[in-house]
């Protein structure tokens, strides 16, 4: 291209700005790529070297005034977006003996994953739930949650759990409404465990509707979550991408227990050697027990208890385990699913 036809190019680009208007023919092949172009970059976070700062924020800030006293864990290659990948949010939410996360709801949904202490709990429209390592609790869109601790006197001690959410998601679309209650705790109408006796049998009440999609069930007990998996491996064919890897679901539909969020618990057996593969969900993985290493694209890691790792969209992704290790994930795949966009390589 001449100096004069570069010239006169840049007095058009700039004439046709002027009414808001760009030439798609200079940034197409950044909005159709051939393959994904994930912003995001493979990223650990070892729990070992950030304890102490969860830890520390309990004396920055209380619960109550936080709202929610979390640690975001940002992918760097999405700096002040408050994501862990394009369309998940993920952080470390402390909560210390005799606090109270006051109550409210949101259009977001979300997840809770306890990673260290127990005996803290979570109340989900009128029924409240005691933590445990390990466990899976849900905070469907829009439904009342807090979250408490006893006091130490009553046996409390400090909690860590997981958040993740589709923030980022709901950001996108323009969808996101907030409410707080007007007090800290909502009313309990229901015993605990109420929930898991009329869902989590393998039964359902006579006349319940599947609804909007949300599993009933909200809270998947870690106890029962291992145990199928241990069950599993000792009869099951291994897989020789996943190990033993079975997914949660909503009881009333078979789907996922929330619409844009699925979750996973696997395990990897002393020795595996995982094949590599890549999938078009971004998923992020929290590891409850064992070590390993895992490789993301050309980016290796080593995993121990409670570190968390992301893995974006379309990277090769390949799991080893130097002993039994049990890895909880979760993922956007039931959007890109529900879209048609949901693609799977496996070499």
Known sequence: MSNTQSASRQAYYGEIAKHNLSPLWESLHALVPKEPRPQAVPTIWKYAHLRELVMASGEVISAAEAIRRVLILENPGLPGKA??????????????????APSHRHTQSALRFIVEGQGAWTAVDGERTTMHPGDFIIT?????????????EAGGEPVVWLDGLDIPLL????????????????PISRAEGDSWARYGYNMLPVRHEAGNGNSPIFNYPYARSRE?????????????????????ANPATGGYPMPTLATFMQLL????????????????FSVVEGRGKVKIGETKFEFAPRDVFVAPSWQQV????????????????????????LREERK
């Open 83 to 100: 994501s862990i990948a394009s369309n998940l949010y993920a952080g470390l939410q402390l909560i210390l003996p005799g606090e109270v």
């Open 318 to 341: 390949s799991l080893e385990a130097e002993e039994d290790a049990v890895l909880f994930s979760y993922s956007n795949r039931p959007v890109l699913a529900a879209l048609g966009l």
């Open 228 to 248: 199928a998996l241990y069950s599993l491996s000792r009869t099951g064919e291994i897989d020789a991408w996943d190990g033993f890897k079975l997914r949660y």
């Open 171 to 186: 950001l996108q679309l323009d969808a996101g409404f907030a409410e707080t209650f007007p007090t800290d705790t909502q």
């Open 269 to 284: 057996p002393k020795g595996f050697q995982g094949k590599s593969y890549r999938i078009t969900d971004s998923t992020v």
């Open 140 to 152: 469907p869109s829009w439904t009342w949650h807090d979250h408490g601790n006893p006091s130490i």
